[in-house]
């Protein structure tokens, strides 16, 4: 019933990234090159974490939700991106467009809180070395993961339940190359600030929040590290910590960004929402693995174990 309020439109025009016809075709080749190595990349990391039992640590555990994460968070807005670029007629129907919105944000959230939850980890691996398994069971970690799936699958539920109420003007061109909810709004004939208002507090909750927590427990980790003795000791222990670190500047400061930038299709705001959306799945398996030697070790085990007797 709530869909027949989108009766005036069915569909919107996304404006995405470039009108000329053969930078399109460009943009094409290399994001579908980009896609492909997102895609083999995480289920590459997928499969090794999942097939080598020395990785079966907590650890590696988080780093095998956070690559299927951004096998999905890609998946969401790669396919119709590629779409649109090779097509005249770059429109979108109203519901397809909800419910890509809808997914944008649960696997945005539920990243975000999956990186709070591997900055927790890393803090009682550093600080509490002996007591790093008991203390991170295995029903700690599914619970942990699961609880960041949930609230950022519920929280994406209440905001596009109330998107869904919107009526939507004849202006029907977004000028992203996806759907996400604050490109959503200028559209509308409705009062949005219910909306916006509830996107602000899920902002400030998934993204201000979890960062929050992240901050703190790095807090906590440098304390820790620098009552260290030895300098190979504190080494060791930041260098578990680089790829997780580098991970977060990346997906904090792309989204940040992108979500305080004003929806108007500017270059800048595209960029942001690209790396935000695109390239940075793509970077965290090489991000954990080109300096990770339990991840290298383990791929080597593998091609021995598969390859060596083909081969």
Not at 63 to 81: E, G, N, Y
Not at 121 to 144: E, F, N, W
Not at 238 to 245: G, R, V, Y
Not at 280 to 292: A, V
């Amino acid at each position: 019933m709530a869909m027949e309020n989108h009766s005036a439109v069915r569909e919107f025009v996304l404006g995405g990234l470039s009108v000329d016809p053969y930078v399109q075709v460009v943009l094409s080749v290399l994001f579908l090159l980009i896609y492909l190595l997102t895609l083999v990349g995480n289920v590459l990391l997928l499969v090794v974490i999942t097939a080598d039992s020395h990785l079966h640590t907590p650890m590696y555990f988080f780093l095998r939700q956070l690559s299927f994460l951004d096998l999905c968070h890609s998946s969401v807005t790669a396919p119709k991106m590629l779409e649109n670029l090779l097509s005249e007629e770059k429109t979108i129907f109203v519901e397809s467009c909800l419910a890509q919105a809808f997914f944008v944000f649960a696997t945005g959230g539920a990243e975000a809180c999956l990186l709070a939850v591997m900055a927790y980890d890393r803090y009682v691996a550093i600080s509490s070395p002996l007591l790093y398994s008991q203390v991170m069971s295995k029903q700690l970690c599914v619970g942990l993961v699961w609880g960041s799936w949930g609230l950022a699958f519920i929280d994406a539920l209440i905001n596009i339940l109330l998107a869904v109420s919107l009526v939507f003007c004849e202006d029907q061109t977004i000028p992203h190359f996806s759907c996400e909810l604050s490109s959503l709004f200028p559209l509308s004939c409705s009062n949005t600030s219910v909306n916006f208002t509830v996107l602000l507090c899920s902002s400030v909750f998934h993204f201000f929040g979890t960062l929050v927590l992240i901050v703190c427990s790095y807090a906590r980790i440098i304390s820790a590290v620098l009552r260290v003795s030895s300098s190979t000791g504190r080494n060791k222990a930041f260098s578990t910590c680089l790829s997780h670190l580098t991970t977060v500047i990346l997906f904090y400061g792309s989204g940040f960004i992108s979500y305080l930038l004003p929806a108007s299709g500017s270059p800048l705001e595209m960029v942001f929402s690209l790396q935000y959306s695109v390239i940075t799945p793509m970077l965290n398996p090489l991000i954990y693995s080109l300096k990770n030697k339990e991840v290298k070790a383990a791929v080597r085990r593998m091609v021995r174990k598969y390859f060596q007797p083909v081969l």
